[in-house]
């Protein structure tokens, strides 16, 4: 199956359970907009909201529909923190400059929190979230980071679970440990995309599907401070441009692809589960992820299925045999599911960079972006787009924190990172199952 569409969604559990599912009209003609937000995703979805907030007129250009990309395909979960531990930032930007990003970890966590109440979005919120691990030699690991979060960053939601309770947790022998957060949380991604675009909407911003950008111009190239932002029936006239695309930027955009690498990622569901053994499965409705480079991760939708994600390729194209790709994951973590019904299995493109830490940053002055949330998007995505709306109304500061930290290109760049990145892939595997 490739990753290419019809004009619809994704045959997959969040499509079929999506609250509303309306359609936006396609950009025709000429229109003009404070703002012009590329990308129905996260990102751009939470930009325009803030921006609208803000008072700014915003045109939202989809190239799909809205929720279409990974905002649409992913685990669900809404982890606090950054995608890489706060000892590696503490090593790589010192104490102050870490504590400055796990602040803006938690306010983005909080953020989707405030969302979802704010404007009533039904997306099957729920609290927790469950990290394991199945070495015995990562214990000290564990709780030596318990400890640091709670002497160093004030973070109290957070404890230790040794093995008897972990595999309690998750009615599986394979884990030695983990935490528990219960400042995290887990939701319904498409519904809570939805949700945000609905949100939008009621806030003034024009959302277009079916709409996908061909190019725009520099104002820095022209003599014009506006930016001219081109599809293949209209065109936006506006002040400012926000690229909002991540995974799906393509050739959009040649001065960021290269700090990117788009990655094909891979969910099932099962059918729904007795109330018994999803008590069994994750006890407290939690998501769970453990420590593989290649994580496999978990949670139960808001009907006791299993959704769980496991496996990735690194092709334009996904495995013809979804269901029973991701299937072998899930019975290494639960063989007593072995003659569950699966009855969904879907893929979805998300960008990781090369270390992990997403990428922020603006061109021409008047083009701002964000990317490469590297598996860790609900969150993060979302508060790049407040940040972004800041940014916009010239309050930079903390939109300047994100973009200070360096995002290196890929050796080779668009051309030749994907060979390199396979074969950091399969070393990693290899460690993995070693």
Known sequence: MSNTSNGSHVDSYYAATAKELPDHPKLEGQIEADVCVIGGGYTGLSAALHLAERGYSVALLEAERVGWGASGRNGGHVGVGQRVGQDVLESKVGKEQARIFWDMGIEAVQTVKDLVEKHQIDCDLKQGALHVTHKASHIPDYQAEVEHLSKHYDFEHIRFVDTDEVRQLVGSDNYQCGTLDTFSCHLHPLNYALGLAKAAEQAGVKIYEGSRVT????????????????????????????????????????????????????????????????????????????SLFVIDYWKLSGDNRLLFGGGENYTSRFPKDMKNFVRKYMLKVYPQLQNTRIDYAWGGTLAITLNRMPHFGRLDNNVFYAQGYSGHGVPTATMAGKLIAEAVAGTAERFDVMASYPTHTFPGGTLLRWPGLVAGMLYYSLRDKF
């Open 215 to 290: 190019g725009y111009t520099s104002a820095n190239n022209t003599s014009s401070s506006e930016t001219q932002v081109t599809t293949a029936e209209g065109s936006v006239k506006a002040k400012y441009v926000v690229l909002g695309c991540n995974g799906y930027l393509g050739k959009l955009e040649p001065r960021m692809a290269g700090k990117i690498m788009p990655i094909n990622n891979f969910v099932l569901a099962t059918e729904p589960l007795s109330e018994d053994l999803c008590r069994e499965l994750i006890r407290d409705d939690t998501s769970v992820a453990d």
